[in-house]
């Protein structure tokens, strides 16, 4: 059965949510098993499943216009995966999510999308399309991405942020990947 994993970092909670609704929106499809990869406790058995995976979705938090630290150690973990090529020809797709509006979130999926040509990867964006209200909390799309998924969290507990649209817009996204990995993988 093809597999769809999401290797992610999640600082405060709210990427988790992010993660929690791409795999469910991937599970929506027949014939894909979807599941989450903590990078930050990854072992032999997490590298496996990433080379088992037709598609990896990375996702973390935006920190300082980067990629959270525990996500870019695990990204410099992967060179022994580079060096025999072993995710070339996969599926790849980010989420991040930031406190502010932009919080420089294209650039940390800016830098997910170069990590995963370098990889050999085909990288996937959000195929949707720019919100009709633009930043309302229900839209998909909300922050207007085609590049991945974009999410804006507040300064609030992860129960109540990321609001409803961003969430949706990543279990859409679970969804898109899942159903191109059936397509295509």
């Not at 894909?32 to 990078?39: I, K, P, R, S």
């Not at 992860?158 to 397509?183: C, H, I, K, N, V």
Request: with cysteine; charged share 15%.
């Amino acid at each position: 059965m093809p597999s769809l994993v999401v290797a992610f970092h999640s600082g405060y909670g709210h990427t988790l949510r992010l993660v929690e609704a791409a795999v469910q929106g991937a599970a929506t499809v027949s014939g894909v098993q979807a599941q989450a990869l903590d990078v930050s406790r990854i072992d032999e058995a997490s590298w496996a499943r990433l080379e088992q995976a037709g598609a990896i979705v990375l996702a973390c938090p935006t920190y300082m216009a980067g990629p959270s630290a525990a996500f870019k150690q695990f990204a410099d973990q992967s060179s022994a995966v580079w060096a025999r090529q072993g995710w070339k020809d996969k599926l790849a797709g980010g989420m991040t999510c930031s406190l502010n509006m932009s919080g420089d979130k294209l650039t940390t999926l800016n830098w997910m999308m170069n990590f995963a040509m370098q990889h050999g990867m085909v990288w996937v964006g959000t195929g949707l399309m720019p919100p009709g209200q633009p930043g309302h909390p229900d839209e998909l799309n909300r922050l207007g991405s085609s590049t991945g998924v974009m999410a804006q969290a507040d300064n609030l507990p992860p129960e109540q942020a990321p609001p409803p649209g961003d969430l949706e817009t990543a279990r859409s996204f679970g969804t898109r990947l899942a159903t191109l990995l059936m397509r295509f993988g």
